[in-house]
């Protein structure tokens, strides 16, 4: 059964958002430290060493020197036993110590500094045409569109008016198609299960929303990726709200990677608006007052209750708002809630990994 979902106040300015079933009894067993592994530098078969502690510098041959070397953080391979997996593609962070939180919101606070073990963030939300070989792959498996819990992946049919349809097509018999000119925009309409999902068969696991907000941060405290000042249409998707009224940029998606100049300070896309992304984390409202300083990854279970949903939910994390929402919500450390069993032409995702 399908009901109407009331929108959190975080992303109270989206378009149509339903609920599939009750969310309070979702049981989470993913970790973000799945997929963790030894910190191999590849020694073995190097041949073409320029330094002198014998690490092969570019192991998988990418053109690109693995994060163990040593080097620029920003040119290194954050898997260097994968080609696939580059600078160009995900970008590696070193372990650091940031300030999490703001103090202008209640959820936000106590903003406070806390470390992060290194991680690697996807430079671009996944895409339209990222996602559709992992439907295959499901429907490959005998799980078209179910997650190996039995979660559902994604929306394909709105029996609801819908401004912003959506951009995947169910042709049957494990056949996806993507409607015309949506290859490159970010893939919504997922659960937050989808996301767990296909960044593990993609080789890497949703980030925290610390790793999240992190990125976004750049080893500064500024409210927007690219630095403090507000944004504009050519910074970022999201829109403006006049005099009470939303006047959109582009009152849609746009295709990831199209405000460069809204970069992040080590080059992460469109962490501002666009789609806003899930994150690994459960939400409460209170979790900064009693979080762990180091790798927090959220509390075990997350919980919602709102004035128009006194009966609550459980929710999860979203990040960086979206094309339909105003600038407060699309800031580094603003976050939004959803449940769990919610998806929205608004929602989508991004992958992080650690290094290996
Ligand atoms: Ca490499
Ligand atoms: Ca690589
Ligand atoms: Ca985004």
């Given at each position: 059964m399908r009901v109407n979902l009331r929108l959190s106040v975080a992303l109270v300015a989206m378009a149509i958002v339903a609920c599939d079933g009750a969310a309070g009894d979702s049981v989470d067993t993913a970790s973000p430290g799945d997929s963790a592994a030894a910190l191999d530098t590849a020694d073995s078969g190097d041949t073409g060493d320029s330094d002198d502690t014998g690490a092969a510098p570019d192991a998988d041959a990418d053109g690109a020197p693995s994060w163990a070397s040593g080097g620029d953080p920003l040119l290194a391979?954050?898997?260097?036993?994968?080609?696939?997996?580059?600078p160009d593609t995900r970008r590696y962070f070193p372990a650091a110590r940031f300030v999490r939180g703001d103090d202008e919101f209640a959820n936000t606070s106590p903003a406070r500094e806390i470390s992060l073990s290194a991680y690697c963030l996807d430079v671009r939300e996944v895409t339209n045409a990222d996602f559709v070989p992992y439907l295959e792959a499901r429907a490959a498996a005998g799980?078209?569109?179910?997650?190996?819990?039995?979660?559902?992946?994604?929306?394909?049919?709105?029996?609801t008016p819908d401004t912003y349809g959506e951009?995947?097509?169910?042709?049957?018999?494990g056949v996806y198609t993507v409607e015309?000119?949506?290859?490159?925009h970010p893939v919504v309409e997922v659960y937050w299960a989808a996301g767990e999902g296909y960044c593990a068969w993609a080789g890497g696991r949703l980030p925290t929303e610390a790793e999240w907000e992190s990125a976004g941060r750049g080893g500064e405290q500024h409210d927007f990726p690219w630095g403090p000042t507000a944004p504009d249409c050519t910074l970022e998707n999201y829109a403006l709200i006049v005099d009470g009224q939303r006047e959109p940029c582009e009152d849609d998606t746009t295709p990831v990677g199209t405000y460069p100049t809204g970069a992040s300070a080590h080059g992460v896309l469109d962490l501002a608006g666009n789609a806003a992304e899930w994150v690994f984390d459960w939400y409460r409202a209170d979790y900064y007052a009693e979080s762990p300083e180091a790798d927090p990854q959220g509390p075990d279970s997350g919980w919602v209750t709102e004035e128009v949903n006194p009966e609550g939910y459980a929710a999860r994390l979203t990040r960086g708002g979206n094309f339909l929402t105003g600038a407060e919500f699309t800031t580094t450390y603003a976050r939004g809630y959803e449940p769990e069993a919610a998806h929205s032409n608004g929602i989508g995702f991004r992958c992080a990994q650690t290094p290996r």
């Amino acid at each position: 059964m399908r009901v109407n979902l009331r929108l959190s106040v975080a992303l109270v300015a989206m378009a149509i958002v339903a609920c599939d079933g009750a969310a309070g009894d979702s049981v989470d067993t993913a970790s973000p430290g799945d997929s963790a592994a030894a910190l191999d530098t590849a020694d073995s078969g190097d041949t073409g060493d320029s330094d002198d502690t014998g690490a092969a510098p570019d192991a998988d041959a990418d053109g690109a020197p693995s994060w163990a070397s040593g080097g620029d953080p920003l040119l290194a391979d954050c898997d260097d036993a994968d080609p696939d997996v580059g600078p160009d593609t995900r970008r590696y962070f070193p372990a650091a110590r940031f300030v999490r939180g703001d103090d202008e919101f209640a959820n936000t606070s106590p903003a406070r500094e806390i470390s992060l073990s290194a991680y690697c963030l996807d430079v671009r939300e996944v895409t339209n045409a990222d996602f559709v070989p992992y439907l295959e792959a499901r429907a490959a498996a005998g799980m078209p569109n179910l997650a190996d819990d039995g979660s559902p992946l994604f929306a394909f049919v709105d029996d609801t008016p819908d401004t912003y349809g959506e951009r995947l097509r169910d042709e049957g018999g494990g056949v996806y198609t993507v409607e015309p000119g949506y290859q490159t925009h970010p893939v919504v309409e997922v659960y937050w299960a989808a996301g767990e999902g296909y960044c593990a068969w993609a080789g890497g696991r949703l980030p925290t929303e610390a790793e999240w907000e992190s990125a976004g941060r750049g080893g500064e405290q500024h409210d927007f990726p690219w630095g403090p000042t507000a944004p504009d249409c050519t910074l970022e998707n999201y829109a403006l709200i006049v005099d009470g009224q939303r006047e959109p940029c582009e009152d849609d998606t746009t295709p990831v990677g199209t405000y460069p100049t809204g970069a992040s300070a080590h080059g992460v896309l469109d962490l501002a608006g666009n789609a806003a992304e899930w994150v690994f984390d459960w939400y409460r409202a209170d979790y900064y007052a009693e979080s762990p300083e180091a790798d927090p990854q959220g509390p075990d279970s997350g919980w919602v209750t709102e004035e128009v949903n006194p009966e609550g939910y459980a929710a999860r994390l979203t990040r960086g708002g979206n094309f339909l929402t105003g600038a407060e919500f699309t800031t580094t450390y603003a976050r939004g809630y959803e449940p769990e069993a919610a998806h929205s032409n608004g929602i989508g995702f991004r992958c992080a990994q650690t290094p290996r």
